[in-house]
Nanobody
């Protein structure tokens, strides 16, 4: 069993930056691909970034490509999401997820373990 805890959310103006952290406990996530998702009110949860186990390759949703960067520190059992040049449309609850089942990584059903989320609000 893996427990995930996100932190680092907050309120920023457009163009600003935030770094989200996802700390795992109960088990190491060095063996797991980890994704970051977001969900805005009235919208479905969507994948924004993933870091795969093994070679550590990453993938991003088109909407955040070039602005967000996902990374991991296995010594701290933590995955990060650096978010730069934030836009009002990035406003959402952000979640990390672990234990990818090999499905389409942008879909929430492809991950087994979830954190409680951290709110990101970007004002114009």
């Amino acid at each position: 069993q893996v427990q995930l805890a996100e932190s680092g959310g907050g309120s920023v103006q457009a163009g600003g930056s935030l770094r989200l952290s996802c700390v795992a406990s109960g088990s190491s996530i060095s063996w797991s691909s980890v994704g970051w998702f977001r969900q805005a009110p009235g919208k479905e949860r969507e994948g924004v970034a993933v870091i795969f186990t093994g070679n550590g390759s990453t993938s991003y949703a088109d909407s955040v490509k070039g602005r967000f960067a996902i990374s991991r520190d296995n010594t701290k059992n933590t995955v990060y999401l650096q978010m730069n040049r934030l836009k009002p449309e990035d406003t959402a609850m952000y979640y990390c997820a672990a234990h990818w089942n090999g499905g389409t990584w942008t879909l929430a059903d492809s991950f087994r373990y979830w954190g409680q989320g951290t709110q990101v609000t970007v004002s114009s």
